[in-house]
């Protein structure tokens, strides 16, 4: 059964700064894998979506990354803002049902 | 101005009572999903469809029950037999033709049940 880890769960840095979220996951037959933002008490944004046959997708200030044989993709946040304080979850697809197997998600805080 | 939409956005039911969350989109998706999403931790598939009158359970589908009658709309039946009904539910739905099913939510309906 695939399972879906963020770390960290938490994360406060200053403004600024460029920071990494990563995502990790057991089963390496993925479809596809999300990044979301979550603001509280809110739905979910999707942010990126990366193919399995894909390594990246950047959209503005971010980046993700995938690299399938060894379980992990990572969300990089250039020049941070305090907008950017939100829940990030990433979830892959396993099969072409697209049934998504969410992490816990990093509960991220950019200070001013 | 195409999206899903969810309602009510918060819901208040006393133990014992089934209730019924409604998922509307305007997307023209095929797939429509519901997931659970309990304080502090990522989201739980309850339930599927990926074709009207027709829907699987997903990993935590005890307690609940949909039905698929029209494209556009998915609702949750939340019934006395869920055992912990208190929780922050989202309805999601997504394409299923061409390869790239990328998922779009809605803004989710918080229950309370006391």
């Known amino acids: 059964k695939q399972e879906v880890t963020q770390i960290p769960a938490a994360l406060s840095v200053p403004e600024g700064e460029n920071l990494v979220l990563n995502c990790s996951f057991t089963d390496s037959a993925i479809y596809n894998l999300q990044w979301f933002r979550q603001d509280p008490g809110k739905g979910l944004t999707s942010l990126l979506l990366i193919q399995s046959s894909q390594r990246e997708q950047t959209s503005g200030r971010l980046n993700a990354s995938l690299d399938k044989s060894s379980g992990r993709s990572t969300l990089y946040i250039a020049a941070s803002q305090p907008g950017d304080s939100a829940t990030y979850l990433c979830?892959?697809?396993?099969?072409?049902?697209?049934?998504?197997?969410f992490g816990g998600g990093t509960r991220l805080m950019v200070k001013p | 101005d195409g999206g899903i939409t969810q309602s009510p956005k918060y819901l208040f039911r006393k133990e014992g009572q089934n209730v019924t969350l409604s998922c509307e989109q305007n997307?023209?998706?095929?797939?429509m999903y519901w997931y659970r999403q309990d304080p502090g931790q990522g989201l739980r598939l309850i339930y599927y469809?990926?074709?009207?009158?027709?829907?699987q359970k997903g990993d935590i589908a005890e307690g609940y029950s949909v039905s698929r009658e029209k494209k556009e709309s998915f609702p949750l039946t939340v019934t006395s037999a869920q055992k912990n009904p208190t929780a922050f539910y989202l309805c999601?739905?997504?394409?299923?033709?061409?390869?790239?099913?990328?998922?779009?939510f809605g803004p989710g309906t918080r229950l309370t049940v006391t």
């Open positions: 999601a739905s997504s394409m299923t033709s061409g390869r790239v099913y990328e998922q779009y």
């Open positions: 979830a892959v697809s396993s099969n072409a049902g697209n049934m998504l197997t």
């Open positions: 469809s990926q074709i009207v009158n027709d829907f």
């Open positions: 997307l023209n998706h095929d797939a």
